[in-house]
Antibody
Framework: EVQLVESGGGLVQPGGSLSLSCVASGFTFSTYWMHWVRQAPGKGLEWVANINFDGSKQYYVASVKGRFTISRDNAKSSLSLQMNSLRVEDTAVYYC?????????WGQGTLVTVSS | QSVLTQPPSASGTPGQRVTISCSGSSPNIGNNPVNWFQHLPGTAPKLLIYNNNQRPSGVPDRFSGSKSGTSASLAISGLQSEEEADYYCAAWDGSLSAYVFGTGTKVTVL
């Protein structure tokens, strides 16, 4: 059974840091591009970042560049998102997504709340 | 704001056909394949269409996608009550070097 399980969400103050994790099982993790996608309360889906098969390429949405870092460990089938200098507008449910051209897997999401 | 524009809402009665548009530009839809996702509240999003008009295994053929120039569309024929959800188009944007989702369309089954 394919599973993506996110963890690490929680409440953090503005300016703080948080690290999200996503552990994959049931598929060959190293053959998928991995993404983080978020949904703020009452808003639509927003792509945050992605990383290629071996972690050598990363791309970010403009609003998180320089603050967030995406990384992966293929040996552990895990994906991470290090989030620094968090802002109130980063409050959202963060989803982990594994993507190939014809196949797509998503986790159930983890809630990040940035508030004082 | 997203660079891919969708109507905020669409509706139909059970069995009807509903079409959702997605308007973009050359760096995204014009030069890259379009995906469509279904998102039911409280659940993980689901890929409905990839590469403009292809369905992943398990997606009913009532869902179809098309693309022309810098616009794309998703059609749902034989609308069912359980398909009341939010629908998003998405594509890579070569100018932004970013993957972009559309603004989203809430489909209501009347």
């Amino acid at each position: 059974e394919v599973q993506l399980v996110e963890s690490g969400g929680g409440l953090v103050q503005p300016g703080g840091s948080l690290s999200l994790s996503c552990v994959a099982s049931g598929f060959t993790f190293s053959t998928y591009w991995m993404h983080w996608v978020r949904q703020a309360p009452g808003k639509g889906l927003e792509w945050v970042a992605n990383i290629n098969f071996d972690g050598s390429k990363q791309y970010y949405v403009a609003s998180v560049k320089g603050r967030f870092t995406i990384s992966r460990d293929n040996a552990k089938s895990s994906l991470s998102l290090q989030m620094n200098s968090l802002r109130v507008e980063d409050t959202a449910v963060y989803y982990c997504r594994a993507a190939q051209p014809t196949v797509d897997h998503w986790g159930q999401g983890t809630l990040v709340t940035v508030s004082s | 704001q997203s660079v891919l524009t969708q109507p905020p809402s669409a509706s139909g009665t059970p069995g009807q056909r509903v079409t959702i548009s997605c308007s973009g530009s050359s760096p995204n839809i014009g030069n890259n394949p379009v995906n469509w996702f279904q998102h039911l509240p409280g659940t993980a999003p689901k890929l409905l269409i990839y590469n403009n008009n292809q369905r992943p295994s398990g997606v009913p053929d009532r869902f179809s996608g098309s693309k022309s120039g810098t616009s794309a569309s998703l059609a749902i024929s034989g609308l069912q009550s359980e398909e009341e959800a939010d629908y998003y188009c998405a594509a890579w944007d070569g100018s932004l070097s970013a993957y972009v989702f559309g603004t989203g369309t809430k489909v209501t089954v009347l």
